[in-house]
């Protein structure tokens, strides 16, 4: 790409001529959260991509999000800046080795967390994400077996919550996984009226630290609306962009990884989308996301039943 090329404005020219509406999560780059037409967590993200009446929905996120914008808007063109933004939870939940534990399982309701792939979906009963897991699981009768995948951290932090048994497959995300719980207590020492806000993917030992638990929209809320100055925020460190646009007053603090600082937490995959690979995107209208029918068609029906159970 020219390098005196004027990457915003041939975004917002482009975005305009294509009539493409471009969706952001918290935790993409900075310029790329102020150039989106909407930023969110993982449902908010779900719920703008099958309402849109734009003609292609350019994803700024990783592929399983831009998946479930294809799943739930078939019909519209859905393009992601780098097809190898994936995600490790979606790793370590390999399709194959999910259906063989279903299967050893018959009695047992599926909930995955919608950060797996479209044929993990695609065997899943009911999706769920960081937002809408507590509300759509107290639906549920307290003596339904569950399978949990693939996160076992949010397994894990829901099972203690509402104080339910559940069959949990075994998965992490790597980025969450690497706070220092050792550093965290030093850091709240350094600063004890600062709450900690965390997400569920981090371990049990990260989260007995946290004020608060939740999706990053929830993370934000509280941080926004909390009476303290300073606050840790023990997630991915690109949403603390929205945080000090919205209260330029306050303190954010990423938690610390085994370093000391927050940014070994940088989520690899939210990396790999860039500005110029941004407007690539639009330009060419690709990478596009492609899905076959019949994996689309089953992905779908627990999406929707989320969507459903979700409001
Ligand atoms: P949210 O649904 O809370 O935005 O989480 C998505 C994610 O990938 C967290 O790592
Ligand atoms: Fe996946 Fe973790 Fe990155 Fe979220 S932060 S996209 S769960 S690897």
């Known amino acids: 790409v020219d390098p005196t090329l ?86 370590s ?79 992490t995300c790597m980025v969450h996984e690497l706070f220092s719980e050792k550093e965290l207590i030093k850091l709240k020492a350094r600063h004890p009226n600062a709450p900690v806000a965390a997400h569920p993917e981090c371990p049990d030992q990260i989260l007995q630290h946290a004020e608060h638990v939740g999706s990053t929209s929830s993370i934000l809320k509280f941080a926004l609306e909390s009476e303290a100055d300073t606050l840790i925020i023990a997630t991915e460190p690109g949403i603390i962009h929205q945080m000090e646009k919205a209260a330029p007053h306050k303190t954010f603090i990423g938690a610390p990884g085994a370093d000391g600082n927050c940014s070994c937490n940088t989520c690899p995959y939210m990396a790999l989308n860039t500005m110029e690979k941004l407007y690539l995107c639009l330009r060419d209208e690709g990478p596009e996301i492609d899905l076959d029918e019949q994996t689309r068609v089953a992905a779908e029906k627990p999406l929707r039943k989320m969507l459903e159970l979700s409001t």
């Open 93 to 171: 939940c390999p399709p194959e080795e999910f259906k063989k534990f279903v299967e050893a399982h018959p009695d047992h309701m599926v909930l995955s967390y919608i950060n797996c792939s479209a044929a993990v979906k695609a065997l899943t009963d009911i999706i769920v994400t960081s937002s809408n897991a507590e509300h759509i699981l107290n639906q549920l009768p307290q003596d339904q077996k569950v399978i949990f995948a693939p996160d076992k951290h949010l397994g894990g932090y829901l099972s203690r919550k509402l104080n339910r048994d559940m069959l949990l497959w075994q998965g």
């Open 6 to 91: 004027d990457l915003v404005a041939e975004i917002q020219r482009l975005r305009t001529e294509k009539n493409a509406v471009i969706l952001a999560h918290y935790y993409q780059a900075a310029e790329i959260q102020d150039i989106a037409d909407f930023i969110g967590d993982s449902l908010d993200l779900s719920r703008r991509a099958a309402e849109t009446d734009a003609d292609m929905i350019v994803f700024c996120g990783v592929r399983f999000m831009a998946e479930v914008a294809k799943i739930l808007s078939p019909q519209k063109k859905v393009v992601l800046p780098d097809l190898k933004a994936g995600c490790s939870l979606e790793d």
